[in-house]
């Protein structure tokens, strides 16, 4: 390229750029090496990433996470939580969605030198980031973490393995519900023992169109609005989504051996996250988020949330019982 051409490149550069806003990308290479990429991200309406990718130049075999990071006291756990997921043989990528604009540059960069991940740092703070539709992600099946949730590498694979057998719904490790107050003629969010209408983004695995509708479609711009505003939500209003494209409810899955959460407030080992979220505060969180349900419920005038039952299990034993050593055990258990 000569000078006259480089030159004209650079400015045709420079006015796309000035209708645009940046983010930055911090990539993590395997050798020591940090390489900062300046790019720009327009209106979702226009920005390319709503134009829908060739499925054939997506994998389906793996997954790539998202996870969403915010406070730096948190970046021991998110350094843990992400090489558990870059270990995992089901993962084709991590990326950690850093939000929070007041961190200096310098914190993610020392970060991204002990982190397997790619870093994107997005304009906002904004909670709809989470199901932006980057245009780094090269897989169909899309994992949106919390940082404060390491699950384990089983529980990781079949997760995956389940969501491969249902890819139109949610698969998650945490359920809630919706339901209707009579007496305040409103909805409320609560968690029921037999039934669920909502997975979580603490572990939530959906399909990658899924994020374009969210972010693309012009009729969840207002309840996106409604997101910002209540700083909240963003994982029900995912729900909506896919409730109203599948016309069923999520699908909760077993995580054998359980998941270890920081950030739960009934931890009492001395590892919780040093913040209390704003799910611990119980009372006030379930208001805001019933709130939310009604808002959304009101702009986009349905109800598509769907109630699901039971739960994908990773193992299969008897149910049957038998008296073994006068006692009412599974007839498969052994009694030494």
């Known amino acids: 390229m000569n000078k006259n051409d480089e030159s004209q490149t650079r400015s045709a550069a420079m006015k796309l750029a000035s209708s645009l806003f940046s983010f930055t990308v911090i990539i993590s290479l395997t050798v020591p090496i940090i390489v900062v990429i300046s790019v720009r991200v327009g209106p979702y309406s226009t920005e390319p990433a709503c134009n829908k990718p060739d499925p054939r130049n997506l994998r389906s075999d793996l997954m790539t996470v998202i996870i969403n990071g915010y406070s730096e006291n948190r970046i021991p756990h998110i350094q843990s939580i992400a090489a558990a997921y870059s270990a995992s043989p ?7 969605l850093w939000c929070n604009s007041s961190t200096p540059p310098q914190t993610l960069s020392s970060l991204a030198q002990n982190l397997p991940a790619t870093i994107l740092r997005p304009p906002s703070s904004s909670l709809n980031h989470r199901f ?13 973490s919390d940082d404060d949730i390491e699950p ?13 057998s249902n890819p139109d ?10 339901a209707y107050d009579l007496q305040s003629k409103s909805w409320i ?8 209408s909502i ?3 603490k572990f939530m695995i959906i399909d990658r169109t899924h994020l374009q509708t969210y972010t693309c479609d012009d009729k969840y711009i207002k309840t996106r ?8 939500c963003e994982d029900i209003l995912m729900n909506f989504v896919v409730a109203e494209n599948a016309n069923k409810g999520p699908l909760l899955v077993e995580a054998k051996g359980g998941v270890r959460d ?3 407030a009934r931890n009492d080992d001395g590892l919780r996250v040093s913040e209390v979220g704003l799910s611990s505060r119980i009372g006030e969180h379930r208001k805001r988020r019933g709130e939310c349900i009604t808002e959304f419920h009101r702009l986009l005038g349905r109800m598509p949330l769907r109630y699901s039952y039971g739960m994908m299990v990773n193992s299969v034993g008897e149910q049957g019982l038998c008296v073994k050593g006068e006692k009412l055990v599974p007839c498969d258990q052994q009694i030494f």
């Open 90 to 96: 089901s993962i084709a990528a991590v990326i950690l």
């Open 132 to 144: 932006y539709p980057w245009d780094i992600i090269k897989t169909r099946a899309v994992l949106i």
């Open 152 to 164: 384990n590498q089983k529980s990781i694979s079949f997760a995956f393995t389940t969501w491969k």
């Open 169 to 178: 719904l949610i698969i998650g490790f945490f359920a809630r519900s919706h």
């Open 189 to 196: 969010y609560t968690m029921e023992k037999e039934k669920y």
């Open 199 to 201: 997975i979580l983004t």
């Open 225 to 232: 609005h409604i997101v910002d505003e209540m700083n909240n």
């Open 262 to 264: 920081y950030g739960d």
